[in-house]
T-cell receptor, first 116, second 112 residues
Framework: DTGVSQDPRHKITKRGQNVTFRCDPI?????LYWYRQTLGQGPEFLTY????????KSRLLSDRFSAERPKGSFSTLEIQRTEQGDSAMYLC??????????????FGAGSRLTVL | GNSVTQMEGPVTLSEEAFLTINCTYT??????LFWYVQYPGEGLQLLLK?????DKGSNKGFEATYRKETTSFHLEKGSVQVSDSAVYFC???????????FGSGTKLNVKP
């Protein structure tokens, strides 16, 4: 098991462009989370999937943000018409519902977005 | 609502000093509590957890006790090492585990 993978690790884009991040969770993990982290702050919840169903979405997430998890495997987070305020580290985490490792988040290394 | 408050950093200690990082929480119901650590250039990783009142989580010499009466989950280590230099995050999740709430993080610098 290679852990949680995120791609790309760093994305630089111009304001107004669309960007997409991909997350590959640990294969047996049925829960997947997206978080955003800015400098000096803790991770801020964006959205949560259980299998392929998006069960919760932060009210802080504008309509420009959308996330999918087709077939309950990898997930994508798309930001449309990026703004400078979107610059942050986007973290993906996964967890399993039962067993000894239940409900412990395993994080990826993150995808850093810089909007110029 | 649910929230986590932890002491601001940075905390600077000499090697072998005693460490305490304070964490208090507000939660509905009976949450599970966690400490995550982020070493320089790496992703967050679980340090320890506690799932019910009076539980003590421990790992790598770190300990934290789930105190329901004071709504606290303070992180302690008896003798820190330079390799413990990192950012430490306190976190909670409510009973349904559909969302994890993190504190703002406390940066620890340990000097030789």
């Amino acid at each position: 098991d290679t852990g949680v993978s995120q791609d790309p690790r760093h994305k630089i884009t111009k304001r107004g462009q669309n960007v997409t991040f991909r997350c590959d969770p640990i294969s047996e993990h049925n829960r997947l989370y997206w978080y955003r982290q800015t400098l000096g702050q803790g991770p801020e919840f964006l959205t949560y999937f259980q299998n392929e169903a998006q069960l919760e979405k932060s009210r802080l997430l504008s309509d420009r943000f959308s996330a999918e998890r087709p077939k309950g495997s990898f997930s994508t987070l798309e930001i449309q018409r990026t703004e400078q305020g979107d610059s942050a580290m986007y973290l993906c985490a996964s967890s399993i519902e039962g067993g000894t490792g239940a409900n412990v988040l395993t994080f990826g290394a993150g995808s850093r977005l810089t909007v110029l | 609502g649910n929230s986590v408050t932890q002491m601001e950093g940075p905390v600077t200690l000499s090697e072998e000093a005693f460490l305490t990082i304070n964490c208090t929480y507000t939660a509905t119901g009976y949450p599970s509590l966690f400490w995550y650590v982020q070493y320089p250039g790496e992703g967050l990783q679980l340090l320890l957890k506690a799932t019910k009142a009076d539980d003590k989580g421990s790992n790598k010499g770190f300990e934290a006790t789930y105190r329901k009466e004071t709504t606290s989950f303070h992180l302690e280590k008896g003798s820190v090492q330079v390799s413990d230099s990192a950012v430490y995050f306190c976190a909670l999740t409510p009973y349904n585990f559909n969302k994890f709430y993190f504190g703002s993080g406390t940066k620890l610098n340990v000097k030789p």
